[in-house]
């Protein structure tokens, strides 16, 4: 009963929704149909979400206008390419959605302006001045009134058409991140002196008459919500601050984001979805984990306390105690969770049988969603390879039950072990150390990889629900393997640190060791390595208090991982200089003798302080004992950094599609 209070319904304009969560908004990307419909990927993906109880269902970004900045199909859906089509596809989706007692919104974009990345060569993006785009240097187009009158017209037109396709209303995208309208509606961005410029209330003319215009067609009891940022976080052009820095606001500020939300209610908005940040400073509309979990809850309840209307906060609140606090106090209405839907989408149905144990947790990593869309161009998760492929990769039981040996009790081990118990195997697991999670029990040693060890210890909680076999503190050998008697062999038995000799051996250490605890490196170290888990190890050594130099052999850092998404390594980036981190790029370390590390640098010899030196130059596959067995029988396998040393999304979907074959 701690949670009855995200279970009590809630009203929006005279929509009651079922409970207070709401999936937000991600962008559709891979969803849309080279029409503007939804494809099947896409509308199995949102059943999934009202499947699990989810409340309100709101889509990703779909574009109602087309001609101004001019999409590429198939990508993202859209009413307006082809309604008919549109109509067509969504409505089987809204259909679906309706019979498990959700709602579902179509957020709707009135354009993307100096933040468009598409447009065709010669053409410039479009904003509200001549300002700066955000990825070139190129100044934009300033919309003109007769082109900005016509998105308002194709957003109303959308908005009728989702209507039409059994949409429940529809969420405007957006006065948030730094999207056109957000353009706007700040100073920053906006230099017109017609009547779309100059004061507050002109400046949010264009969100005013793209909400008056929907209400016309549709009625005005038809909800229109609006994405709503009510602080920017933007210090100057590109250039964006961290969380607690002292600095002046060249965005949007505090008292005029409580302002513009008083005036949006006045437009006739019935509901603030806030977050708060734009593209200048990526990392607070999509919070990596190095941002604190739910960070946007006291812009929320700022912007709840000066307006009538329901707010939704998000932004990393996958804490149902913390959830259930931010309703209760009146901090917001209905709680909005995005990756951790992805991660699982029966969350609220968990959570409403009391379950939380056997939710799946998000990792805030953005690999397999915003990392893969940037990259690929198709949502999914790293925790959930089934995301976005819910049809094509539901697990079916197996025919025959068969045993299956696991050797590695990482996370490809886990989940394969998870996977292929599911379906009805026998399974056991041999695991050498005395606990299973392989590294995610040395990365989530920082704070802000808590969710590392949470996932570690679902996978417990799965396989021991399962009756899994699982034999700790046990090596795997070819001899305890041939007494199992097994048809599969998978071999996840995950990869080992490089190191190279470097001088005084007895004060150079591994990461796992300095993570774990088994050896200090002293006040002054030394990290060789700028990938990702030199680069975080870095800045867990620094938030303790010392000195801390970076060496790594490239031109820059975080070069060699991926799909990394720019929130994360942007923030990452400015972590590390923030905390005083010296980093020395294109350089090699020589040599240490105990007190100093020489390094060679294009610019001469460097001479660096060192207590105590760490080694991340990167893993090999651990794959010997797959060597030993893969001739003869049982059937053997290798999966995860045994196989291809990369990263947990790539260890938890080779187990997922290996294991859901077997």
């Known amino acids: 009963m701690q949670y009855h ?40 993906y949102y059943v999934e979400r009202a499947r699990g109880g989810t409340g309100l269902i709101i889509t990703g970004v779909t574009h109602a206008a087309n001609n101004v900045e001019v999409h590429e199909y198939p990508s993202t859906p859209s009413a307006t390419v082809n309604p008919a089509h549109f109509v067509r596809t969504a409505r ?102 017609d009547k779309y410029g100059g004061s507050l209330e002109n400046r949010l003319r264009f ?100 307006v009538g209307i329901p707010v939704i906060c998000a932004g990393r609140m996958d804490d149902p105690v913390m959830a259930a606090a931010a309703v209760a106090d009146g901090t917001c209405d209905i709680v909005g969770l995005a990756r951790p839907l992805l991660a699982d989408p029966d969350y609220v149905n968990k959570l409403r049988a009391d379950d939380t144990a056997a939710i799946r947790p998000c990792l805030s990593c953005h690999e397999g969603c915003l990392g893969r869309m940037i990259h690929y161009k198709n949502i ?33 081990g886990m989940e394969v072990a998870r996977v292929c118990a599911e379906r009805g195997h026998e399974v056991v697991v041999f695991e050498a150390k005395s606990r299973l999670g392989g590294n995610l029990v040395p990365g989530g040693v920082p704070s802000f990889k808590e969710d590392d060890h949470a996932l570690a210890a679902w996978y417990e909680e799965q396989l021991r629900r399962l009756g899994v076999d699982v034999r700790l503190g046990v090596h795997a050998t070819v001899e305890e393997i041939g007494r199992e008697g097994c048809d599969h062999l998978v071999v996840a ?62 031109d820059d850092i975080l070069k060699l991982n991926g799909p990394l998404c720019p929130s994360n390594f942007e923030m990452l980036r400015l972590l590390l200089a923030s905390s005083g981190v010296d980093i020395v790029t294109k350089a090699a370390a020589k040599a240490f003798d105990g007190k100093r590390v020489l390094v060679d640098t294009p610019e001469g010899e460097r001479s660096l302080a060192a207590t105590g030196v760490v080694e991340c130059v990167g893993y090999a596959s651990n794959d010997s004992l797959y060597e030993e067995c893969r001739y003869g029988s049982p059937a053997v396998h290798k999966i995860g950094d045994a196989r291809t040393v990369a990263n947990i999304m790539n260890a938890i979907w080779d187990a997922y599609e290996l294991g859901s074959s077997l």
């Open 207 to 306: 969100a005013r008459e793209v909400c008056e215009e929907i209400k016309r067609v549709c009625g005005d009891d038809y909800p229109v919500t609006v994405r709503y940022s009510p602080k920017s976080f933007i210090k100057d052009w590109r250039e964006g601050a961290l969380p607690g820095e002292v600095f002046e606001e060249k965005g949007r500020d505090v008292a005029e984001g409580v302002e513009a939300a008083r005036l949006l209610e006045t437009y006739g908005y019935d509901a603030l979805d806030v977050d708060v940040g734009c593209y200048d400073a990526w990392w607070w509309n999509h919070p990596p984990m190095y941002q604190e979990k739910g960070l946007y809850r006291p812009y929320a309840k700022l912007v709840k306390e000066a």
């Open 380 to 412: 999914s998760c790293a925790v959930n390879p089934a995301c976005a492929r819910e049809r094509y990769a539901r697990l079916v039981p197996a025919l025959r039950r068969k045993k299956v040996v696991v050797a590695g009790g990482g996370p490809a």
């Open 92 to 193: 089987e989706m809204t259909e679906r959605i309706h019979a498990y007692g959700s709602s579902i919104f179509l957020q709707l974009s009135a354009g993307f302006g100096r933040v468009f990345a598409e447009m065709a060569e010669g053409e410039p993006p479009v904003s509200a001045s001549p300002i700066q785009s955000r990825w070139v240097d190129e100044a934009c187009r300033p919309l003109t009134v007769d082109e900005i009158a016509d998105i308002v017209r194709q957003c109303g037109e959308a908005a009728g058409i989702a209507k039409e396709a059994g949409f429940d209303g529809v969420q405007i995208h957006a006065v948030h991140e730094g999207y056109l309208l957000d353009q706007f509606a700040i100073a920053f961005f906006n230099q017109r002196d």
């Open 493 to 554: 038995t995950g990869s080992y640190a490089k190191t190279f000799p470097l001088g005084e051996v007895s004060r150079v250490y591994t990461a796992e060791d300095v993570l774990m605890g088994v050896s200090d490196p002293g006040s002054d170290v030394v990290v060789i390595g700028g990938g990702l888990v030199g680069c975080e190890l870095v800045l867990w050594l620094a938030q303790q208090g010392r000195h801390v130099s970076l060496v790594e052999a490239l």
């Open 5 to 44: 209070t995200l279970f009590e319904p809630v009203t929006i304009a005279n929509l009651e929704l079922s409970n207070r969560f709401a999936l937000c908004a991600m962008g559709p990307v891979g969803l849309g149909d080279k029409e503007g419909g939804f494809t099947q990927r896409g509308v199995d």
